[in-house]
C-alpha cells in the first residue's frame, strides 16, 4: 500500500513537473498560432479588391493564389489545435529516445508467444541492428 503510494505520488510530481517546464513553450506555440492567424486575417482585410479591381480581374486570366478565405473551420488558433500542441509537446518531453544517448531496448515477444527477449537481443557484433516497422497492405 505504502509502495504504491509513493510511486503514484512520484508520478504525480513527475506530471506537475513537465506541465511547469513546458508551459512557457507551449504559451510560446499559442502566441505563434494567434499571430499567424492575426497576419492572415489582416492580410485579407487590407488585401480586399474594389470593385474596379475586381471587374478587371475577371475579364483577365484567373489568379495564381486561391482567394483567401478565413473561416472558424480554417484558423490555427483553435482550443483543438492547441490540445494537439499541448499533448505532442507532453510526448516529446516524455520519450525515451534522446539524440546522444543509448538506445531504448524495450521487451518484446516472439511470435509463438512464449519467449520475451530485448531488442538489442537481436544485434549480431558490431552489425548495425535495423528495425523496419514497414507496412505489407
Given amino acids: 500500500m505504502l509502495h504504491s503510494l509513493g ?3 512520484l ?6 513537473a513537465a506541465c511547469i517546464f513546458l508551459f512557457p513553450r507551449f504559451l510560446l506555440t499559442a502566441v505563434m498560432l494567434w499571430l499567424l492567424d492575426f497576419l492572415c486575417i489582416r492580410k485579407k482585410m487590407l488585401m480586399m479588391p474594389t470593385a474596379e479591381e ?7 486570366p484567373p489568379p495564381d493564389d486561391p482567394p483567401v478565405c478565413v473561416s472558424d473551420s480554417n484558423r490555427m ?5 492547441l490540445k494537439a500542441v499541448w499533448h505532442g ?10 539524440v546522444g544517448s543509448l538506445a531504448p531496448n524495450p521487451e518484446v515477444i516472439q511470435l509463438d508467444g512464449q519467449k520475451r527477449l530485448r531488442i538489442l537481443d537481436f544485434a ?14
Wanted: charged letters at 20%; hydrophobic letters at 40%; proline letters at 2%.
Fill in 7 to 9: 510511486v503514484h505520488t
Fill in 124 to 137: 549480431r557484433g558490431k552489425r548495425p541492428l535495423i528495425l523496419n516497422f514497414g507496412s505489407c497492405t
Fill in 77 to 81: 488558433f483553435t482550443l483543438e489545435s
Fill in 89 to 98: 509537446q507532453k510526448l516529446d518531453f516524455f520519450k525515451s529516445a534522446h
Fill in 54 to 60: 475586381v471587374a478587371s480581374a475577371s475579364e483577365g
Fill in 11 to 16: 508520478q504525480l510530481l513527475t506530471q506537475a
